[in-house]
């Protein structure tokens, strides 16, 4: 669909997006993806990595090509052809892009000379230090040919400034775990869980033993180990965790 942008040379401001929950093929691309494999992803690590909070724009002209920057979080392959499918223009000259899910990423130059949008698109989020977006820059050709280093410049140029400009936030993952607790201590067991913001809670009372039940839960791999520490602490008694 169609992306409205008010006119302006640098225009950059917030979108409300809503990821489609259909997947359809990229069949309009005029040049197939092009799939390498990362070797810098130094924004993640095995337990968090930054990324954007919501979708962003920017805008500008360049001999009178006019190009719009759109940039947004994904969790995927899934999601990020969702995204391409809900901002592309088909009226657009072109419609190129790039996204990053960490180690994993693609790029599409969409009918540029080979190398001189995807992957200028690509660079830009790398050196952004974000994980786990995209960047689709949209291109109405203005009648002046910019040449490959020129285009290099434009499409790189474009994605960098719509990152630069993006509200960010830090993701940590969850480890899922598992105490076996009598019941007299669930009071105690979830007074922690909730002190430690652990989420995703269940119990299972079946454990085979009596007066015993299983409590499941997530919590961010950086309190793990302070909250296991804290739970013995407060029962006072040997319990066996689990980490799934």
Known sequence: MPVAITPGYRYCHKLNHRLSASISALSTAKKPMVTTASSSGTTSNAGAFT??????????EIKKSKFIAIAGPISNEQSAHSFLNQFKDPRATHNCWAYKVGDQYRSNDDGEPSGTAGKPIHSAIV??????IMVVVIRYFGGIKLGTGGLVRAYGGVASECLRNAPTCLVKSKVPMGV???FDLLGVLYHQLQSFKAEDIKQDYDTGKDGTTMVSFKVEFDRAEKLKEAIKANCSRELEFYKH
């Not at 990324?51 to 500008?60: L, Q, R």
């Not at 050196?127 to 786990?132: I, Y």
Request: hydrophobic share 25%.
């Open 51 to 60: 990324t954007i909070k919501e979708t962003v724009t920017f805008e500008k």
């Open 127 to 132: 050196s952004s230090g974000f994980d786990r």
């Open 180 to 182: 076996e607790v009598p």
